[in-house]
């Protein structure tokens, strides 16, 4: 502090033509002691006395500034007495944070950061280590309780959790300090903790250790607070290199290179006995107590006695310090280069006015006082290593906001230099979360996130849902998006009734080309004529509606997919009830009824017959969409991987009666044609019908079932399959034999086989009426 005083003495740029002066007291670390030297700062300038006013606007008392005290405790204590008076204070250790409160402490200053910072950088210490469980101690002291509330706040915050919280005393006279030790020493030890955050005074420091060392307690990884990590009243313990690995945090300053030159200079001085003899000539006026009792033993002090010292990291605090204050007296006084202007004497306040926001330089460094009066400043990670009695401090990191540290320099406690582990319990692997077990959340059980769920970080206690637009995998540490899903043209089933599409097809069209190539012959006016070449090409329609199914399903396929397969099935079947009703008249029938019935069932009353039965199935078509539409819908819990996309149906009921219709032509068909008897030498007719709709009803009849119990996805493909099943069953069992007759056996194609024209038919037709009219008689 006297070099910075005499350096800003002896420049032209700060404070020219002006000189400081100053007075050192000594504060004993005790409040009392400290509270002495405080009320003669605030004696009336010239005076001893304090005089008493109402306002003290004008008060001028002896100093304008008080640099210190270095303890955080002794400042809380003369920071309030300060602040009444607006007298400005700078301290150069203490860091405490209850400090930085305006409206508690308004003229307080400190050229050393808050403590809050170095705890946030033990914080961020911790959780680079993966250390979140651990012990914190502080000592019994405002210093070490307000050290370890901020810490357990920052604690809580990151995810560390404290095993054990406790106090060290302080060594005082007739006060049970072993016992207490020795209990928080010991939960401790008893604890699974390899990690001790010690925020304590180098006094209760002392103590601590000095327990510890003496029972031969484990070893430990040691966080220190700035307090204690450089006193030599700690480091110079008998055996404090068994405890294991000290790290803490130390602020960075800039280096004073001229100091060991100055307190040399010093030390010389003291010794001459003129020098001395003009100082107390200088100082005959104050009391013997204030300026202090010549020290003999002073004179003996070498510069090698005390170079440990002048390396100390609060040196440059002290120094920045009083040249804040030569720079807020510069700036009130309002002094340039060549002069200060002549005015008033500066007041206390006047002066803390210009300490607020105040950036000055010290050392070649710039430093700004913040609105709470604090300065921010780099702190270098030390790590104590032993090379002799005493350990030196090796830097290993720095933290200047965020934490930096070179790992490979640090040397553990422990066997094989490995990291101390220091957890409740193990991390949790991948798409696994905490389940916190007592207490603490760092004591927990890894559960597995479930399919649907996934791990969003690694600290969660409970699995995030995905979305409904997304899937997840068991154990996931994200979602991923749902593939949208329908029965797509590539699948495999769907090639291959694509495959089955084609021989449909190509058999309907084989067949149809046949018919109305031989259209005028017996065999085809026996099917019908022109009627079965329609009924062809509504197998046909049947067979290209199956196209429909397959691909991504949209409103327009939804709502045409019922009707236009259908709609021709029903036209197919209204011919071969015709053709049924034909057969049941010319075999049960008398002749004269049958002729008659017969005319009814061919030419445009057979065709009015086939349009009614379209209209019919066209109108539950209609009701069908109308009433219960089918609808595109997408089911995000279908399928564990994908959306499905399909066509729903709303109501099963009018679904059912869509095909209610050609159920109906079906049956009655099969009740014409199943007890016809075929005459010999003729074509049964009745035998292809029957077999085509009973290859209809096994269709229809086992879809109904499969179609219940089938995945979704796959339902187009089973109408798919049921309509082209229904198609071929009616081609094989009705229109390709009559194909192969007319490719292989064109003899047969004669009216005589097929349409019963011949002699023998008449007669036969006449002996039956007979027999009929006998009966009767």
């Not at 921010?376 to 290593?385: A, G, H, Q, R």
């Not at 049924?580 to 008659?596: G, T």
């Amino acid at each position: 502090m006297k070099m910075a005083v005499e350096e800003i003495n002896n420049r032209s740029d700060l404070l020219p033509g002006l000189r400081l002066g100053h007075d050192l007291f000594d504060t004993c670390s005790e409040p009392v002691v400290a509270m002495k030297p405080s009320l003669m700062f605030l004696a009336k300038a010239d005076s001893r006395d304090i005089a008493a006013y109402c306002n003290y606007t004008q008060y001028q008392p002896r100093v304008l500034a008080v640099i210190g005290p270095h303890s955080s405790e002794l400042a809380v204590v003369t920071g309030k007495f300060f602040g009444f008076f607006l007298m400005p204070q700078v301290s150069y250790g203490a860091g405490m944070e209850l400090l930085s409160a305006r409206e508690t402490f308004p003229s307080f200053f400190r050229t050393v950061p808050s403590d809050r910072v170095q705890l946030v950088a033990a914080a961020e210490l911790l959780q680079e280590f993966g250390w979140n469980w651990v012990a914190a101690l502080g000592s019994d002291d405002e210093y070490g309780r307000q050290g370890l509330s901020i810490f357990s706040a920052l604690a809580a915050s990151r995810g560390i959790c404290i095993a054990h919280e406790g106090l060290v005393p302080l060594p005082r006279a007739n006060s049970p300090l072993l016992g207490k030790v020795q209990e928080v020493l010991h939960q401790v030890n008893q604890s699974s903790v390899q990690v001790v955050l010690l925020f304590a005074s180098a006094r209760a420091a002392h103590a601590l250790f000095s327990y510890s060392i003496s029972s031969k307690l484990s070893r430990k990884v040691w966080v220190a607070s700035e307090a204690w990590l450089t006193s030599d009243l700690v480091m110079g313990l008998p055996g404090m290199a068994q405890v294991g690995t000290v790290l803490g945090f130390l602020q960075r300053g800039a280096q004073l290179r001229k100091f060991s030159q100055y307190v040399k200079t010093r030390l010389a001085l003291a010794a001459d006995p003129a020098f001395c003899a003009a100082l107390g000539e200088r100082e005959q006026g104050l009391e013997e107590d204030v300026v202090g009792r010549r020290c003999p033993q002073c004179d003996c002090i070498t510069l090698q006695n005390v170079s440990a010292g002048l390396n100390h990291h609060q040196t440059f605090s002290v120094y920045a310090a009083v040249y804040s204050v030569a720079q807020a007296l510069h700036n009130a006084l309002q002094c340039s280069a060549s002069g200060c202007p002549v005015q008033d004497p500066v007041k206390p306040w006047q002066l803390l006015e210009n300490m607020y926001n105040l950036t000055f330089h010290a050392g070649g460094l710039t430093l700004r006082f913040n609105s709470n009066g604090n300065v921010d400043m780099e702190y270098d990670l030390k790590l104590w290593v032993w090379q002799g009695p005493v350990p030196e401090l090796h830097d290993v990191g720095r933290f200047n906001g965020s934490l930096w540290i070179d790992s490979p320099k640090i040397r553990w406690h422990t066997s094989n230099n490995q990291k101390p582990v220091s957890q409740c319990s193990r991390q949790c692997q991948e798409g696994q979360v905490r389940r916190v077990k007592g207490f603490h959340s760092c004591c927990y059980d890894c559960v597995d996130c479930k399919a649907g769920s996934y791990r969003k970080s690694p600290d969660d206690l409970a699995c995030t849902f995905c979305g409904r637009e997304e899937w997840s995998p068991e154990r996931s540490t994200r979602c991923f998006r749902r593939r949208l899903r329908f029965l797509a043209w590539g699948e495999p089933a769907v090639l291959l009734l694509l495959l089955l599409f084609g021989l449909a097809l190509g058999l309907v069209l084989a067949a149809l080309g046949l018919f109305i190539r031989h259209r005028d012959s017996p065999l085809v006016q026996a099917s019908g004529g022109p009627l079965a070449c329609f009924g062809l090409v509504c197998l046909g329609l049947v067979c290209i509606s199956v196209l429909l199914f397959p691909g991504q399903p949209s409103p327009a396929r939804c709502l045409a997919q019922q009707p236009s397969s259908h709609l021709p099935l029903t036209g197919c079947l209204s011919t071969f009830i015709l053709q049924a009703a034909e057969i049941f008249v010319e075999s049960e029938l008398p002749l004269s009824w049958a002729d008659r019935l017969s005319g009814c069932l061919r030419g445009p009353w057979a065709w009015l017959v086939v349009l009614l039965a379209m209209l019919v199935e066209a109108a539950l078509c209609a009701w069908y969409l109308v009433a219960f539409p089918p609808e595109v819908v997408t089911d995000w819990r279908m399928l564990p991987t994908e959306a499905l996309v399909h066509c729903r149906t709303r109501s099963w009921v009018s679904f059912g009666l869509v095909h209610a219709t050609n159920a109906t032509l079906a049956f009655l068909c099969f009740l014409g044609t199943f007890l016809v008897q075929s005459r010999p030498g003729r074509y049964n007719r009745a035998r292809g019908l029957t077999f085509a709709m009973l290859a209809y009803f096994i269709t229809w009849v086992s879809f109904v079932p499969l179609l219940a119990n089938v995945q979704v996805v796959l339902r187009p493909a089973v109408q798919m399959g049921a309509l082209l099943l229904c198609v071929l069953g009616i081609l094989a069992a009705f229109h390709l034999p009559r194909c192969y007759l007319l490719v292989r056996q064109p003899e047969l194609n004669t009216p005589e086989f097929f349409l019963g024209r011949g002699p023998g038919d008449a007669r036969d037709r006449k002996d039956g009426d007979t027999g009929n009219q006998g009966k009767h008689e």
